[in-house]
Nanobody, 124 residues
Framework: QVQLVQSGGGLVQAGGSLRLSCVAS????????IAWFRQAPGKEREGVSC????????SYAPAVKGRFTISRDNAKNAVYLLMDNLKPEDTATYFC?????????????????WGQGTQVTVSS
């Protein structure tokens, strides 16, 4: 089973940038679908971005499209989420997760392994 360890996050002012990292062990990421989710207090976990296994093609939630970028570094077995032009509504705990299939899925229940989560707080 894949183990995921996250780093990055923190406190930033609105309009700033942060990069989240997710490093995998136990398997290589180059053939795995991997996604980023977030969960704000009192809200359900929601998908943010995904890179599918078949060709690495990224997808984004409408709320972050144009501001967030998902990328892979297969040599480091890592996936990153670069978040630009952050807004207070981006404040949440962010999780990376992997799916044993070729395509991204919107439901968090489809993902089998999760990172420990990292807090992102955007001040206005």
């Amino acid at each position: 089973q894949v183990q995921l360890v996250q780093s990055g996050g923190g406190l930033v002012q609105a309009g700033g940038s942060l990069r989240l990292s997710c490093v995998a062990s136990g398997d290589t990421l180059d053939h795995i679908t991997i996604a980023w989710f977030r969960q704000a207090p009192g809200k359900e976990r929601e998908g943010v971005s995904c890179s599918r296994a078949s060709d690495g093609r990224p997808s984004y939630a409408p709320a972050v499209k144009g501001r967030f970028t998902i990328s892979r570094d297969n040599a480091k077995n890592a996936v990153y989420l670069l978040m630009d032009n952050l807004k207070p509504e981006d404040t949440a705990t962010y999780f990376c997760a992997v799916l044993g299939g070729p395509e991204c899925q919107g439901a968090s229940a489809a993902y089998g392994s999760w990172g420990q989560g990292t807090q992102v707080t955007v001040s206005s």
